[in-house]
C-alpha cells in the first residue's frame, strides 16, 4: 500500500555530484523522521543521513559538510544532496520513512564512484 520510489543514482567520478530523490506513495497517515541509508556489499547497513518533519538534521560524520538532506513535505519527498563524492561512498542507498506506528523502504538505488 505504501511504497517510497527512489531515483538519481548512477556512476560518478570523484568529485562529482548526485542527487537522489524518494517519493512516498500511498495513504500514511504521518510522516515523522525520513532518512537515507547506505550498505555495500558485505558491509552493515549505515545511516547517512535523517531530518525530522521540522527540518532538523542529522549526518553520519564521513558525509557532513559534503551531503544535505532535505524534504518536502507537501509531495512527501526526501532528497539527498551528494557533493564531493568519494569512492567509499558507493553503495546502495536507502530511503526510510517513520511514521505513527510504522517504517517504510524504499527499494534502493545505486550509486557508484569511480575513476
Known amino acids: 500500500q505504501v511504497h517510497m520510489v527512489e531515483s538519481g543514482g548512477g556512476l560518478v567520478q570523484p568529485g562529482g555530484s548526485l542527487r537522489l530523490s524518494c517519493a512516498v506513495s500511498?495513504?500514511?497517515?504521518?510522516?515523522?523522521?525520513m532518512g537515507w541509508y547506505r550498505q555495500a556489499p558485505g558491509k552493515q547497513r549505515e545511516l547517512v543521513a535523517s531530518?525530522?518533519?521540522?527540518?532538523?538534521?542529522n549526518y553520519a560524520d564521513s558525509v557532513k559538510g559534503r551531503f544535505t538532506i532535505s524534504r518536502e513535505n507537501a509531495i512527501k519527498t526526501v532528497y539527498l544532496q551528494m557533493s564531493i563524492l568519494k569512492p567509499e561512498d558507493t553503495a546502495i542507498y536507502y530511503c526510510?520513512?517513520?511514521?505513527?506506528?510504522?517504517?517504510?523502504w524504499g527499494q534502493g538505488t545505486q550509486v557508484t564512484v569511480s575513476s
Open positions: 526510510n520513512a517513520i511514521g505513527l506506528g510504522d517504517f517504510y
Open positions: 500511498g495513504t500514511i497517515f504521518s510522516i515523522l523522521n
Open positions: 531530518i525530522s518533519s521540522r527540518g532538523s538534521t
